[in-house]
């Protein structure tokens, strides 16, 4: 199973998701020690992505660019 973190760690102040991959801090280091909790990991992340955009922020591979937020 490939990992979804694509190693741009911006994280959201307000929710702790990764603008980029939709992963907190915790899940990001569970994904590499508890592999069987891998699936539970993935489900909720293209909610969390959009919610995001929604919200206004950069998500994906463009949260890396200094603009985090569109204002």
Do not use: N
Not at 8 to 20: M, N, P, R, V
Not at 40 to 54: N, Y
């Amino acid at each position: 199973m490939e990992r979804p973190c694509i190693k741009i760690c911006a994280y959201d102040e307000d929710t702790g998701w990764c603008h980029a991959c939709g992963m907190t801090k915790p899940e990001r280091k569970a994904w590499k020690r508890l592999p069987g909790y891998r699936e539970a990991i993935l489900q909720p992340l293209p909610a969390r992505l959009a919610a995001l955009a929604a919200e206004g922020h950069v998500t994906g591979p463009a949260a890396g660019k200094k603009a985090r937020h569109k204002d």
